[in-house]
């Protein structure tokens, strides 16, 4: 069995900081892309930052300059550093990986989900 949990949600004032923590956990051979995505009310999940096990990242063009991800292969987590947040950054922020767990099996995992909200 495998999981993910996502941690370090919470309520910021805008041009404030968060830092999520996301960790897989379980039966686990290899894990490939690690990513965080966002859903905000009403709005279609999106992605918000992706970094490859050889440490290729990608941003959303809406978080650039502002938000980093970074990984711990050995400890199997995924962190993303959001600075200068606004308030169109709220949403639930979900973090995805894509876990071989052995030779016959691989797929993506989600986390439940961690509450990001900015607001004065």
């Known amino acids: 069995q495998v999981q993910v949990v996502e941690s370090g949600g919470g309520l910021v004032q805008p041009g404030g900081s968060l830092r999520l923590s996301c960790t897989a956990s379980g039966s686990i051979f290899r894990i490939y892309d690690m990513g965080w995505y966002r859903q905000a009310p009403g709005k279609q999940r999106e992605l918000v930052a992706a970094?490859?096990?050889?440490?290729?990242?990608n941003y959303a063009e809406s978080v650039k300059g502002r938000f980093t991800i970074s990984r711990d292969n050995a400890k199997k987590m995924v962190y993303l550093q959001m600075n200068s947040l606004k308030p169109e950054d709220t949403a639930v922020y979900y973090c995805?990986?894509?876990?071989?767990?052995?030779?016959?099996?691989?797929?993506?995992?989600w986390g439940q989900g961690t509450q990001v909200t900015v607001s004065s």
């Open positions: 970094a490859t096990s050889d440490g290729f990242t």
């Open positions: 995805k990986a894509d876990i071989q767990r052995d030779i016959a099996w691989r797929a993506d995992y």
